[in-house]
C-alpha cells in the first residue's frame, strides 16, 4: 500500500499593520497550555464568592419589626379624587341636557317665529287681495292674549243680556280685562238681508250701550253658520294679534279664568286645535231633519261617521290656524254643519288636536260634582239641547253652582 503523504503549501508572512510577521514569530505568541486543576480551583472560588456576595445582598426585605411600615395611600384623598371625577362626569352630564334643552327652546321659539312670520304673510297676501283684512293696514294690529267670539243672532237679546249678567264681565271690568290681561270678549253677528232695517238699528242701539259686539260682513242665517265662522276667524285675526281665538255659542256658561288656563298650556306649541272632539254619524237620511249632511256621499257608505272635529259649542284654535282660514277662506268648502267643515279644514295639515272633556261638561248637577272634586269645567252645557235648555231662565243658576268666582280670571298669570 502506498504511503499518503500530504504536503501543505508554505504560506505566506502574516502581515499586521506595518509589521511583518512570519511563523517562528507566531509560534512565540502561543501561550503555554492551562492546568486542568488550576481550572477547577478557579471555578470553585467563583462559586464561593458568588455565594458570600447573594448571602449579604438580599432581594427580600429583612423581617424587622422595628422597620417603618410603608404609608398606605390617604383614603380620604382618594375618595375626594373620586367625588371629584365623579362631579365632572355628572357635571359634563348635566351640561348635555342643558344644551339639549337648550336646543329643544331654541327650536320651539323658531317655531313660533316661523308661525308668526306665516301669520303675518297671510295677513298681507290677504289684504293685497282685498280681503277683509283691509282695515289691517290703516294701524297696527292690537295684541292679545285670546279673542273670544260669542256667536249670537238678531233673536237673542235674552241670551246675551244673561251672558252679560254671569260670566262675561261689562263696561268697565271689559276694557280692564282687555287692557290687563288680553283677553277680547264680542258678540258676533253680521247683517240682516235688508242693510240699515230694524234688525241692524237694534243691534246698533245695543251696541252703542254694551261696545261689546264684533260686525262681520254677512247675512246672517242658520244654514250659513260655516261661512259666517270663517269670516269671524278672517275678520278677528285682522283686527287683534292674539295667541288664541275661540268660538262659543251664546247659551253655554263659560268660566274664563280656567279657559285661560287651559290655553296657557298650549301657549308656546304651533297650530293647536282645541275642544271636545268627537265623531258623529254623517245623517245621509231625513232631509228635514237637523243636522242633516246633504254631502254624505263624499264621506264614504251609508252609516259612516265623521273624523273626528270640535263640537261646536266650543273650541280654541291658535293664531297661525286662524291665519290659514283667513288666506284660504275663497277655497275652504264649507259643509252643512260648521263644526264639521272646522274639522275639515283642518283634517289634512300638522295639526294638534287638543281632546279636552272640561270644554263640555254637563250642568248640573255633573259640572257641580267636578267643581266640589276640584275639575272646575270650562264650560257647561246640555248635549240634548246643544246648549244649556232654557238658557235665559237657567243660565244664572249654572253660573251660581258651577262658576269659579268673579275674580278667577284676575289671578290667572299671563307672562
Known amino acids: 500500500m502506498k504511503k499518503l503523504v500530504t ?21 512565540k505568541m502561543r501561550g503555554k497550555p492551562i492546568n486542568g486543576k488550576a481550572i477547577f480551583v478557579l471555578c470553585l472560588a467563583s462559586f464561593l464568592a458568588g455565594s458570600l456576595f447573594t448571602s449579604r445582598v ?48 331654541a327650536v320651539r321659539s ?48 235674552n241670551r ?22 288680553g283677553v277680547i270678549i264680542r258678540f258676533v253677528i253680521g247683517h240682516s ?16 250701550e254694551n261696545n261689546d259686539f264684533l260686525r262681520l260682513k254677512h247675512v246672517e242665517g242658520y244654514h250659513q253658520l260655516s261661512t259666517k265662522t270663517r269670516l269671524y276667524f278672517s275678520t ?74 270640535a263640537t261646536g259649542q266650543l273650541y280654541a284654535i291658535s293664531k297661525d290656524l286662524a291665519a290659514y282660514i283667513s288666506v284660504n277662506s275663497p ?3 264649507r259643509y252643512a254643519n260648521e263644526d264639521v267643515s272646522i274639522g275639515a279644514w283642518f283634517i289634512g295639515l300638522e295639526v294638534e288636536h287638543v281632546d279636552d272633556r272640561s270644554m263640555c261638561c254637563g250642568t248640573p248637577p255633573d259640572c257641580e260634582w267636578k267643581a266640589q272634586a276640584g275639575n272646575m269645567c270650562v264650560a257647561s252645557f246640555d248635549w240634548s239641547c246643544s246648549g244649556i235648555c232654557k238658557s235665559v231662565e237657567r243660565m244664572k243658576e249654572v253660573h251660581n253652582t258651577c262658576g269659579e268666582g268673579d275674580g278667577a280670571v284676575w289671578n290667572v298669570p299671563l307672562p
Not at 123 to 145: E, I
Open 160 to 181: 246675551r243680556d244673561s251672558v252679560r249678567q254671569t260670566w262675561m264681565p261689562r263696561g268697565a271690568k271689559l276694557k280692564q280685562l282687555e287692557k290687563d290681561k
Open 110 to 157: 323658531l317655531d313660533k317665529t316661523i308661525s308668526t312670520l306665516e301669520m303675518e304673510l297671510a295677513l298681507a297676501r290677504t289684504t293685497q287681495n282685498g280681503g277683509s283684512l283691509g282695515r289691517a293696514t290703516n294701524h297696527s294690529l292690537q295684541k292679545a292674549f285670546v279673542v273670544i267670539g260669542i256667536n249670537t243672532a238678531f233673536s237673542s237679546k
Open 193 to 208: 238681508a235688508t242693510p240699515g232695517g230694524v234688525l241692524d238699528k237694534a243691534i246698533d242701539a245695543e251696541d252703542a
Open 331 to 333: 277655497i275652504l268648502h
Open 236 to 309: 278677528a285675526i285682522s283686527i287683534w294679534d292674539a295667541d288664541f281665538y275661540v268660538k262659543v255659542d251664546d247659551d253655554v256658561h263659560l268660566n274664563l279664568g280656567t279657559l285661560l288656563s287651559r290655553l296657557l298650556q298650549y301657549r308656546s306649541r304651533p297650530r293647536i286645535y282645541m275642544g271636545c272632539m268627537k265623531s258623529g254619524p254623517v245623517l245621509s237620511q231625513n232631509r228635514g231633519v237637523r243636522y242633516h249632511e246633504p254631502e254624505f256621499w263624499k264621506f264614504g257608505e251609508e252609516g259612516n261617521k265623521y273624523f273626528r272635529h
Open 7 to 27: 504536503t501543505t503549501k508554505e504560506r505566506g508572512p502574516l502581515i499586521v499593520g506595518s509589521r511583518q510577521i512570519d511563523s517562528t514569530d507566531t509560534k
Open 58 to 105: 438580599s432581594i427580600y426585605p429583612p423581617d424587622n419589626k422595628d422597620q417603618p411600615v410603608p404609608a398606605i395611600p390617604n383614603l380620604a384623598a382618594l375618595k375626594h379624587d373620586c367625588d371629584q371625577k365623579r362631579k365632572l362626569v355628572e357635571g359634563s352630564s348635566r351640561d348635555i341636557l342643558d344644551e339639549v334643552r337648550e336646543t329643544h327652546e
